[in-house]
């Protein structure tokens, strides 16, 4: 029998709001969420473009003891997953817990807890936090998931740079897929904003230095954002079983490598990785296909990835709506995959096609239509959410109406 894999909950913590309706919000109003902000360490600072969560703190308190004394990532994680798991509507008893798996990722981990522990022993000649392991390990937000819901099944992370989000929610599908588990948490999350972390994406030389432009011809880089997204996956008779409200069937995901190179993309992985997730779809008409394009703002990521939707789709390229909405919440890293497989189910569901904002010049190498500043109404059937990371590492997710 085939088991197919849908979506009954969403939880997002974004710098466009702290839940999936304030992050939908923003998406369709358009609104820019990136600022201007200072991060210091000792006698160091530097003011760059971030994308921001603020005003978390009363509701990371009633997370409980264990997570008050995690790292922030993993305090996202647990808030995105408290609101999927609410959408839900699942009751993870016994016998449910030991069949849901838990697949939550992150680029770069307790970024914060690192730089903290450092400053202590080089700068103040103190001892690290005692928790410091505990709270900087990437599986760290899997593990306190587990905790927090009694998830016995097949649980880990997952850490593949800006590919992390999409590959967790495609392992997860395929464990679902596979009967190794009914329910799955599935998503990412990525908290580093800090000192040590920018300077050391500053030093790349790709980070923007007003705001970021995805696709437009003077673009001059991404933006880093914090957050995270998570989705409740389940077992489509499971979910029919219990009179779930199923948001959407996750239908397709490509994975593969590109290599060549740690930095360049390559136009065919990001090809072929879009074909692998559409291999079991029919597209009759390709004005009916929304894609959340990686969309990066960087001169070698947009023109690559603009080539490798034209490959797929061939002359139908022109009639798709593609739009990265990082031009709206920053560059989420690890979490980018979580987040923007979010806005493709709320662009599937609502019927609107999210904007690339900060576009005001058009690049003749970029030539698809980014649905420039303002959300468009589009009939979508299909939603595509692409990831592409440093290393060359590939995951595409594809959403359908059930």
Request: glycine content about 10%; overall charge negative; hydrophobic content about 45%.
């Amino acid at each position: 029998m085939t088991r197919n894999v849908v979506v009954t909950g969403m939880g997002a913590v974004t710098p466009l709001g702290a839940s999936v309706d304030e992050f939908r919000d923003g998406l369709f109003a358009a609104r820019c969420a990136i600022e201007m902000r200072e991060y210091a360490l000792d006698r160091f600072s530097l003011t760059v473009p971030v994308a921001p969560v603020d005003g978390l703190e009363e509701r990371i308190k009633t997370l409980g003891a264990q997570l008050l004394r995690a790292d922030r990532f993993s305090q996202l994680a647990a808030l995105a997953a408290e609101e999927a798991a609410a959408q839900s509507g699942l009751v993870f008893d016994d016998a449910l817990g030991a069949r849901t798996a838990c697949i939550i990722g992150t680029g770069i981990g307790g970024q914060a807890t690192f730089d903290n522990g450092y400053t202590a022993m080089l700068c103040r000649e103190r001892r690290p936090h005692p928790l410091t392991i505990l709270k900087v390990i990437p599986n760290a937000a899997a593990s306190h998931l587990t905790i927090k819901y009694g998830v016995r099944g097949p649980a880990f992370a997952v850490s593949s740079a800006c590919a992390t989000g999409a590959h967790a929610i495609g392992v997860s599908s395929e464990l679902i897929k596979s009967g190794a588990a009914d329910v799955a948490f599935a998503g990412a999350s990525e908290a580093i904003l800090c000192y040590g972390a920018l300077e050391a994406w500053k030093a790349m030389h790709i980070l923007a230095d007003e705001t970021c432009r995805p696709f437009s011809k003077n673009r001059k880089g991404l933006v880093i954002g914090e957050g995270a997204g998570v989705l409740v996956l389940e077992e489509e008779e499971h979910a029919k079983a219990r009179g779930a409200d199923i948001l959407c069937r996750l239908s397709g995901f490509g994975m593969n490598a590109d290599g060549k190179d740690m930095i360049n993309p390559d136009m065919n992985g990001a090809a072929g990785a879009m074909k692998l997730a559409l291999k079991d779809i029919s597209i009759d008409d390709p004005s009916g296909v929304y894609i959340n394009a990686h969309g990066t703002g960087t001169l070698l990521n947009d023109p690559t990835e603009t080539k490798a939707i034209r490959k797929v789709f061939g002359a139908g390229a022109d009639k798709l709506a593609v739009s990265s909405t990082k031009s709206m919440h920053g560059h989420l890293l690890g979490a980018a995959g979580g987040i923007e497989a979010i806005a493709a189910i709320l662009a599937l569901r609502d019927g609107i096609a999210p904007p690339t904002v900060n576009y005001d010049e058009p690049d003749p190498e970029c030539d698809l239509d980014y649905i420039p500043n303002e959300a468009k109404e589009r009939d979508i059937s299909v939603a595509l959410s692409n990831s592409f990371a440093f290393g060359g590492l590939n995951a595409v997710t594809a959403f359908e109406k059930v």
